[in-house]
C-alpha cells in the first residue's frame, strides 16, 4: 500500500491550490503537475469541479484565456489558506510521527 490508496489524502482542492501556488497554470497543465508532485491524475471532472468551487470561494481566479486555454492563478486568500493548511498539516504530521517512534 502507498499514499495513493489512500482517497482521502488526494483532496482536488489542495492538489490544485499546491499546484497554482508554483505559477498560473491551464487545467491540463495542472493535471500534469498534480500527477508529477503525487502520482495522483485528477480527471478532468474532478478538476473542473474543484477549480469551480475553488473560484467561486475566491480562492482561485481565471485569466483571460490563451488561445483555448484557460489559465488560473491562486489569490492572495488561496496563498493565505493554502499556507494556513499546510502548515496545519505539517503539525499533524509531526504529532504522528512522533506517536509512531513510541509505539
Same mark, same amino acid.
Given at each position: ?29 495542472? %493535471? *500534469?503537475?498534480?500527477? +508529477?508532485?503525487?502520482?495522483? !491524475?485528477?480527471?478532468?471532472? =474532478? /478538476?473542473? &469541479? @474543484? ?8 480562492? %482561485? *481566479?481565471?485569466?483571460? +484565456?490563451?488561445?483555448?486555454? !484557460?489559465?488560473?492563478?491562486? =489569490? /492572495?486568500? &488561496? @496563498? ?9 498539516? *505539517? ?7 512522533? !506517536?509512531?517512534?513510541?509505539?
Amino acid at each position: 500500500m502507498n499514499i495513493n490508496d489512500l482517497d482521502h489524502f488526494s483532496n482536488p482542492s489542495l492538489l490544485i491550490l499546491v499546484s497554482l501556488a508554483g505559477a498560473e497554470k491551464h487545467g491540463y497543465a495542472m %493535471i *500534469e503537475d498534480i500527477q +508529477a508532485m503525487t502520482g495522483v !491524475r485528477l480527471g478532468a471532472g =474532478t /478538476l473542473y &469541479g @474543484a477549480i469551480t468551487r475553488l473560484e467561486q470561494t475566491g480562492l %482561485i *481566479e481565471s485569466l483571460p +484565456a490563451d488561445e483555448r486555454r !484557460r489559465p488560473y492563478r491562486l =489569490t /492572495l486568500r &488561496g @496563498a493565505a489558506l493554502l499556507r494556513q493548511t499546510l502548515s496545519d498539516l *505539517e503539525k499533524f504530521t509531526g504529532l504522528g510521527l512522533k !506517536r509512531l517512534a513510541m509505539a
